[in-house]
């Protein structure tokens, strides 16, 4: 009998009505050959799992623009991996790869499809090709430049200011010369954004009794281009305060995402009168272009100091749910990750 590998796996086992639960998750340990099934195929341990908001869409029965999860299933997103076992010429034994894992010790990965290689050579924490060198990082950078457009001197709002995409936004956009301020849902998250991330302003909208209130004390000259993470009372806001012309790249709207009646936006007519654009977009479509150059120029900034980047990692496969609720109730400072394994 061949060898086998004692393969944790976390799985779908319910839908979540709301915000999910830990009775959402279920435990599961599988045996799994060390052989991998198919002639191309590649198995890989996972090291790094990445934990985002989206997930919470693929969780529902609805369709969406990534493919839902399968209940009694195991679910999967970014992860960084090893490869332990591999008939694909693509890829060798010890290689350090990124792609869609599942929530698993092991996933086998047919053909090695969607797996791209990493080079380590700079000894950046792993966690960084989930983050700020991964998706978020590139859904930073392509939002803010290719549908902001900053031009120097501009505004910059961005919620959610603290969270995976936020913390590099704002970065890039003072590297491109514009005022950054940022809103964010405690008073340690307002000071890292102006102590370590460089935004000139920021506020706790927990706290705030008046979004358009606190959005003009911060932004008096009004607001250019919104990074949009959250939605709701805070876009209704934002509409209120922005310029002419403003632009706003919709990136994601949190705040929606886990109640079962989705807040209307009550002055959508300003955006004809300022003449607003707001586009919605997906990373994915700009991996093919944008990815490469994205690359290039996000290490470069790190390595010169010129991009700061936090993460929240948790220790655990096990602890992978916890992890995700707690991101999705803004408890994560930084990109919520989890270790599963040293390379």
């Not at 009505?17 to 959402?24: I, R, S, V, Y």
């Not at 920021?202 to 358009?212: E, W």
């Not at 949190?254 to 959508?268: A, F, H, P, T």
Request: proline share 6%; glycine share 12%; charged share 20%.
């Amino acid at each position: 009998m061949a060898p086998v590998y004692s393969n944790q796996q976390i799985l779908l086992k319910s839908r979540p009505d709301g915000f999910p639960t830990l009775a959402n998750f279920e435990h599961a340990k599988n045996e799994l050959s060390q052989q991998p099934p198919g002639p191309q195929d590649v198995i890989v341990q996972l090291l790094d799992l990445s934990v985002d908001p989206y997930l919470r869409g693929r969780m529902s029965a609805g369709k969406s623009y990534v493919p839902g999860f399968e209940l009694g299933k195991p679910l999967n997103s970014g992860g960084i991996g090893k490869v332990v076992a591999s008939n694909s010429s693509s890829f060798k034994e010890g290689d350090l790869v990124s792609g869609m894992l599942e929530w698993a010790s092991y996933t086998v990965v047919p053909e090695g499809k969607g797996l791209t290689k990493i080079d380590n050579s700079a000894g950046l924490p792993l966690s960084y090709y989930l983050g700020v060198l991964g998706m978020p990082g590139l859904t930073a950078y392509a939002g803010l430049l290719e549908i902001g457009e900053p031009k120097e001197g501009e505004t910059v709002f961005v919620s959610a200011a603290a969270g995976a995409v936020g913390q590099i936004v704002g970065q890039i956009a003072k590297l491109k010369g514009c005022r950054v301020v940022g809103s964010a849902g405690s008073d340690d998250k307002v000071k890292l954004l102006k102590d370590k991330f460089g935004y000139d302003a920021a506020f706790n909208y927990k706290t705030s009794q008046d979004l358009t209130a606190s959005l003009q004390e911060v932004c008096p000259d009004g607001i250019d281009i919104y990074f949009e993470n959250v939605g709701g009372k805070m876009l209704e806001a934002v509409l209120n305060v922005a310029n002419s012309r403003a632009r706003i790249p919709c990136c994601g709207m949190i705040s929606q995402y886990n109640v079962q009646d989705k807040e209307g936006i009550r002055n959508m007519f300003m955006v004809i009168g300022k003449r607003i654009k707001m586009q919605g977009y997906i990373v994915m479509d700009y991996w093919p272009t944008l990815g490469a150059p994205f690359h290039k120029e996000m290490a470069q900034w790190l390595k010169e100091g010129k991009v700061h980047y936090v993460d929240d990692v948790t220790n655990g496969l096990e602890n992978a749910p916890k992890a995700f609720i707690g991101m999705l109730h803004g408890e994560n400072v930084g990109k919520a990750a989890v270790k599963v394994a040293e390379p």
